[in-house]
């Protein structure tokens, strides 16, 4: 079993690029988590996905979408990036209550 | 507002002896409880979770009580070994798999020889 995978590792883009992050559940997990890890933090809710619908998100901004696919892999895009946004981000895989974690993007923005 | 709290930056414990990580929360619909390990360039493991129908859960080294009157929790590690050094998460979540987790910032935990 391979685990909860990510990709790219990691990533630098500059101010107003847009991102695509993407995430390979665990096989067998039905739904998809998404956290920003800021340095010093614990990880923050973005979004989650199930059944290929956003079900929950958290306090982000429109510029974070994301979409889950037949396979249950997904994606998080981020447009029009600012600074601030440069933090590890945290896909995780669940079928029950407990998550899962990959082993993140590393996103810069400079 | 931090609605799970882990208080302590770091702790450092000598190897075999015990370490208490502490976590207070804020939401009173919270109802599951998880610890996360986290190791650097690696995502957070999960370690250990608690339902708030229970005051304890053992899992081997590893034990989690919930006192839901002062909404804190605690984990304990025992014996403590220098694998253990990582930093640890503390999550909640409200009415299970439907609900998002929040955590805290962490508390990273160095075993001293």
């Known amino acids: 079993d391979a685990g909860v995978t990510q990709s790219p590792t990691h990533l630098i883009k500059t101010r107003g690029q847009q991102v695509t992050l993407r995430c390979s559940p665990k096989s067998g997990h039905d739904t998809v988590s998404w956290y920003q890890q800021a340095l010093g933090q614990g990880p923050q809710f973005i979004f989650q996905y199930y059944e290929e619908e956003e079900r929950q998100r958290g306090n982000f901004p429109d510029r974070f979408s994301g979409h889950q696919f037949p396979n249950y892999s997904s994606e998080l895009n981020v447009n029009a990036l600012l600074l601030g946004d440069s933090a590890l981000y945290l896909c995780?895989?669940?079928?029950?209550?407990?998550?899962?974690f990959g082993p993140g993007t590393r996103l810069t923005v400079l | 507002d931090q609605q799970v709290k882990q208080n302590s930056p770091s702790l450092s414990v000598q190897e075999g002896r015990i370490s208490i990580l502490n976590c207070d929360y804020t939401n009173s619909m919270f109802d599951y409880f998880l610890w996360y390990k986290k190791y650097p360039a690696e995502g957070p493991t999960f370690l250990i979770s608690?339902?708030?129908?229970?005051d304890k859960n053992e899992d081997g080294r590893f034990t989690v009580f919930l006192n839901k009157s002062a909404k804190h929790l605690s984990l304990h590690i025992v014996p403590s070994q220098p694998g253990d050094s990582a930093v640890y998460f503390c999550?909640?979540?409200?009415?299970?798999?439907?609900?998002?987790?929040?955590f805290g910032k962490g508390t990273r935990l160095h075993i001293l020889p």
């Open positions: 608690i339902s708030s129908i229970k």
């Open positions: 995780a895989s669940s079928f029950s209550l407990e998550q899962f």
């Open positions: 999550a909640a979540s409200a009415s299970g798999r439907d609900d998002k987790i929040i």
